[in-house]
């Protein structure tokens, strides 16, 4: 079975702090992925990593930066957290051999006070 | 921005009955399709995948394409209070990336 974890299931943080939120998958996936999810508003994709040290932005990158330095770890950095940036973050990964299927870890929620 | 539009509301369902869900697409190209299922609080997880015209079933789940009129549907047979979820569909759309609607919601009643 696919494995991704997240490294915190709740954080609370106060407003310009730097976020770190880790990702880590089991599966040797190539790519990785950050979404965020808020109501009403659905599944919105912050970056996502293809490769090692490779990243590409996705529709809401603004505020948020990435890092890849291991295949198997991905994470999404909060330069300098503001109260819009509360939300439920999301990982996943995927492999471009096995049918697209993007498998999530379990969830951030982050509060920003 | 791919969109991909699941326009219901809240559905809800008699125990044993079949739930249906739709989803339709505005690129006419796309290729495969995903359903995830979202419990409350928890992320989403697969149901199934499906990339060709007509029907693919799973269990009590059938998923139906329709390349001519660009909608997909879910079907869940023989409804349980455990399928209580928000349903979300996804599309395909190169570069290794997902579209997502923005779900919905399935309710059923004991």
């Known amino acids: 079975d696919v494995k991704v974890t997240q490294s915190s299931r709740y954080l609370v943080k106060r407003t310009g702090e730097k976020v770190f939120l880790e990702c880590v998958q089991d599966?040797?996936?190539?790519?990785m992925f950050w979404y965020r999810q808020d109501p009403g508003l659905g599944l919105r994709l912050i970056y996502f990593?293809?490769?090692?040290?490779?990243?590409e932005k996705g529709d809401i990158p603004e505020g948020y930066s990435v890092s890849r330095e291991k295949k198997e770890r991905f994470s999404l950095i909060l330069e300098s957290a503001s109260t819009n940036q509360t939300s439920m973050y999301l990982c996943?990964?995927?492999?471009?051999?096995?049918?697209?299927?993007?498998?999530f870890g379990p969830g951030t929620r982050l509060l920003v006070l | 921005q791919k969109e991909v539009e699941q326009n219901s509301g809240p559905l809800s369902v008699p125990e044993g009955a079949i739930a249906s869900l739709n989803c339709t697409y505005s690129?006419?190209?796309?290729?495969?399709f995903f359903w995830y299922r979202q419990y409350s609080g928890k992320s989403p997880e697969l149901i199934m995948f499906?990339?060709?015209?007509g029907d693919k079933e799973d269990g009590r789940f059938t998923a139906q394409l329709n390349k001519a009129s660009q909608y997909v549907s879910l079907l869940i047979r023989d409804s349980q209070p455990s399928d209580s979820a928000t349903y979300l569909c996804?599309?395909?759309?190169?570069?290794?990336?997902?579209?997502f609607g923005k779900g919905n919601q399935v309710v059923v009643i004991p």
């Open positions: 996943a990964s995927s492999s471009p051999t096995s049918a697209k299927t993007q498998y």
């Open positions: 599966m040797d996936h190539e790519n």
């Open positions: 990593s293809y490769d090692v040290k490779m990243k």
């Open positions: 690129d006419r190209g796309s290729q495969s």
């Open positions: 499906i990339y060709s015209n």
């Open positions: 996804a599309e395909y759309y190169g570069n290794n990336r997902l579209a």
